[in-house]
C-alpha cells in the first residue's frame, strides 16, 4: 500500500517549452505533497510543498513562475517547469503523505528525468 | 536549522561483508530520522526510520541503523552484503514540529559491492 506514482518517467524538451510531470497517490488520499530536486550524484534538494486545494509553499531559492505546482485533489499534483532551459535539466522526484502514512514522507515516486536540449 | 552529513562519499565492500554506513545529524532536539535506497534512475526506497522508543532499529532488506544521541549519529548496517544492494544510500532527518515531514538529506553514499 501506500503507493506513489510519477508519469513521465522520462521527458526530453526543447528550450523553451514547458513540461508537466504528474504525482499521484494511487492507493491513498495525499494531504500533503513534496516536490524535490536532484542534480547528477547529488542529494535531493526539497523545492516545494504542496496541500491539497491550497498554493504550494516554495523553498527559499526556487523560482514559483518558474515551477508551477498544482496539488487540485487528493491523489494528484503536479509540476510544471515552464519555459524550460537546459539548466532545468534534473532528476525530479514526489513524496507525498496522508493519514495512512503519518507525517512523515515513507513513500517516493520514482521520478521523472528531465533533459531540455 | 536541520543538517546531515554523510561522510563517506563511495564505499566498497566485498559481498558477505559487514557493512556500515555512517550519517551525522545537527538539530537542535531529537529528530526524527530516516534512511532511504536509490537504485540507479529511480525513486527512493525507505529502508527504516527512527522516531522514539528502542534506539536500534530493524528495517528492510536486513538493515538496521542504532540512534546515538551522544554521538548525533544513526550510522546503518548490515551483517553481510548482497550484490543486490549496491546502490545510493541517503540519510535524512525530519523536524519534530509541524513541518516534520519536510526532510533535508545528506549528500549520499555510493556502495560498491564487488563478488
Known amino acids: 500500500g501506500a503507493v506513489v506514482s510519477q508519469h513521465p518517467s522520462w521527458v526530453i524538451c526543447k528550450s523553451g517549452t514547458s513540461v508537466k510531470i504528474e504525482c499521484r497517490s494511487l492507493?491513498?488520499?495525499?494531504?500533503?505533497m513534496f516536490w524535490y530536486r536532484q542534480f547528477p550524484k547529488q542529494s535531493l534538494m526539497l523545492m516545494a510543498t504542496s496541500n491539497e486545494g491550497s498554493k504550494a509553499t516554495y523553498e527559499q531559492g526556487v523560482e514559483k513562475d518558474k515551477f508551477l505546482i498544482n496539488h487540485a485533489s487528493l491523489t494528484l499534483s503536479t509540476l510544471t517547469v515552464t519555459s524550460a532551459h537546459p539548466e532545468d535539466s534534473s532528476f525530479y522526484i514526489c513524496?507525498?503523505?496522508?493519514?495512512?502514512?503519518?507525517?512523515?514522507?515513507?513513500?517516493f515516486g520514482n521520478g521523472t528525468r528531465l533533459t531540455v536540449t | 536549522a536541520q543538517s546531515v552529513t554523510q561522510p563517506d562519499i563511495h564505499i566498497t565492500v566485498s559481498e558477505g561483508a559487514s557493512l556500515e554506513l555512517r550519517c551525522n545529524y545537527s538539530?537542535?532536539?531529537?529528530?526524527?530520522l530516516f534512511w532511504y535506497v536509490q537504485s540507479p534512475g529511480q525513486g527512493l526506497q525507505l529502508l527504516l526510520k527512527y522516531f522514539s522508543g528502542d534506539t536500534l532499529v530493524q528495517g528492510i532488506k536486513g538493515f538496521e541503523a542504532e540512534f546515538k544521541r551522544s554521538q548525533s549519529s544513526f550510522n546503518l548496517r548490515k551483517p553481510s552484503v548482497h550484490w543486490s544492494d549496491a546502490a545510493e544510500y541517503f540519510c535524512?532527518?525530519?523536524?519534530?514540529?509541524?513541518?516534520?515531514?519536510?526532510?533535508?538529506f545528506g549528500t549520499g553514499t555510493r556502495l560498491q559491492v564487488t563478488l
Open positions: 513524496s507525498a503523505i496522508g493519514a495512512v502514512t503519518g507525517n512523515s514522507p515513507l513513500h
Open positions: 535524512a532527518v525530519g523536524a519534530r514540529t509541524g513541518t516534520a515531514s519536510k526532510l533535508t
Open positions: 538539530y537542535g532536539a531529537t529528530p526524527y
Open positions: 492507493d491513498f488520499q495525499a494531504t500533503t
